[in-house]
C-alpha cells in the first residue's frame, strides 16, 4: 500500500475550513468591507498594491481593488476569504517516520499534506461557486477545464504575485477567527501552521484574472504604509522582493559593507632625518648628503 492509500485508509490527516463572505467596495486600492447590506458599519480593509509596469496602450496596471465595484457605482458588490487545511496530524506522522530513520516517507508525507491541501482549496472553491455563494450554480466543469480555469472568479492568496504582502493575512485571519474555526494559526513570521493550510480571498467578478504586481517604486511603497499605518521601513521590510529601488537604510549599509571591503593601504614611512638613527655603513640619500657635506666642510 502506498503512502497516498494509507493517509486515506488509516485517516493520518484531518482536514478543516472557514469561510465567510461580506458587502465590499472598492475605495482607490483598498476593499472596505461591512457589516452587513447596509453598508454602515466599516468592519475591515484590505489593502492591494498595484502593478507599476510599461505596458502596451490600451492595456491597464492592475490592483486586485479592481475586481471590486466602487461605493460610489451604486453596484452592491461581496468579497470572500477563506482558511484551508488537510494537514492536521501531519507533523505527527512524518516525526513517526523520521524517528523510524525513513526520511523519504517523512518527505512524502509532508509533501502529500501540501497538495491535499490545494487540491481542498479547489475543492471549496468549487462549492463556493456553486452554492455557498452560489454565483455560477450550473457551473459543470471537467477536471481538465478546472485545472486550466475556465470558471469565473478568482481565489488570490497574500504572499503570492497578485498580492505579495503577507501582513495581509492577519486581517483575513481576524475576519474569519481562523484559529477556532478553521484550526489553523498565524506565527509571527505570518507562515500558516500547520503548514499544509492555504488562505486567500474569492472574488466573483467575471473579469477577475490572476496576475503579478511585479516591480513597485518608493512612490506606492509609502502611500502603502500610510493606508496600512505602517512605517516606510516595515513595509518596504514585507516588500523586499518586488521594491524597484535600494532603501535608505539598506543604502547606507551597502555603503559600510563596502567601505569595510576597501583593502586598508599602510602608511608609507618617510626615512628618518636623525643620522644618530641609521645604522653603521648606512648609504641612504641623507647618510650620503651628510658625507658629502662633511668632506667639503674639511
Given at each position: 500500500m502506498n503512502v497516498l492509500d494509507r493517509i486515506v485508509e488509516e485517516?493520518?490527516?484531518a482536514a478543516s475550513a472557514?469561510?465567510?463572505?461580506?458587502?465590499?467596495?472598492?475605495?482607490?486600492?483598498?476593499?472596505?468591507?461591512?457589516?452587513?447590506?447596509?453598508?454602515?458599519?466599516?468592519?475591515?480593509?484590505?489593502?492591494?498594491?498595484?502593478?507599476?509596469?510599461?505596458?502596451?496602450?490600451?492595456?491597464f496596471n492592475a490592483a486586485l481593488s479592481d475586481f471590486i465595484a466602487p461605493s460610489a457605482s451604486g453596484v452592491p458588490d461581496y468579497i470572500g476569504a477563506?482558511?484551508?487545511?488537510?494537514?492536521?496530524?501531519?507533523d505527527a506522522i512524518a516525526d513517526r517516520f523520521k524517528l523510524a530513520n525513513d526520511d523519504y516517507s517523512s518527505i512524502l508525507c509532508k509533501a502529500l499534506a501540501d497538495r491535499l491541501a490545494?487540491?481542498?482549496?479547489?475543492?471549496m472553491h468549487a462549492r463556493v461557486r456553486r452554492e455557498f455563494w452560489g454565483y455560477a450554480p450550473d457551473e459543470a466543469l471537467t477536471n481538465e477545464e478546472m485545472i486550466h480555469e475556465k470558471y469565473d472568479?478568482?481565489?488570490?492568496?497574500?504572499?503570492?504575485?497578485?498580492?505579495?504582502?503577507?501582513?495581509?493575512?492577519?486581517?483575513?485571519f481576524k475576519l474569519l477567527d481562523a484559529e477556532k474555526t478553521a484550526g489553523v494559526k498565524l506565527t509571527e513570521s505570518f507562515a500558516m501552521w500547520p503548514g499544509s493550510s492555504v488562505s486567500g480571498l474569492y472574488f466573483g467578478n467575471a473579469e477577475s484574472f490572476y496576475f503579478g504586481v511585479g516591480k513597485i517604486e518608493r512612490d506606492q511603497v509609502e502611500d502603502y504604509a500610510a493606508r496600512k499605518g505602517m512605517?516606510?521601513?516595515?513595509?518596504?521590510?514585507?516588500?523586499?522582493?518586488?521594491?524597484?529601488?535600494?532603501p535608505v537604510q539598506d543604502q547606507s549599509t551597502q555603503?559600510?559593507?563596502?567601505?569595510?571591503?576597501?583593502?586598508?593601504?599602510?602608511?608609507?614611512?618617510?626615512?628618518?632625518?636623525?643620522?644618530?638613527?641609521?645604522?653603521?655603513?648606512?648609504?641612504?640619500?641623507?647618510?650620503?648628503?651628510w658625507r658629502k657635506k662633511a668632506v667639503g666642510a674639511g
Open positions: 485517516k493520518w490527516f472557514a469561510i465567510g463572505f461580506w458587502p465590499a467596495a472598492a475605495d482607490g486600492d483598498d476593499i472596505v468591507l461591512y457589516a452587513d447590506d447596509k453598508r454602515k458599519k466599516k468592519i475591515a480593509t484590505l489593502h492591494t498594491l498595484r502593478q507599476q509596469l510599461e505596458k502596451r496602450e490600451g492595456r477563506f482558511v484551508v487545511t488537510a494537514g492536521i496530524g501531519e490545494e487540491a481542498f482549496a479547489e475543492h472568479g478568482i481565489r488570490p492568496a497574500p504572499g503570492y504575485p497578485a498580492q505579495p504582502d503577507h501582513t495581509e493575512k492577519a486581517t483575513l512605517s516606510v521601513g516595515e513595509i518596504e521590510r514585507w516588500l523586499a522582493p518586488i521594491l524597484n529601488y535600494i555603503a559600510r559593507v563596502v567601505k569595510d571591503a576597501t583593502p586598508k593601504v599602510a602608511p608609507v614611512a618617510e626615512p628618518a632625518n636623525d643620522i644618530a638613527s641609521h645604522p653603521p655603513g648606512c648609504t641612504c640619500a641623507v647618510h650620503l648628503a
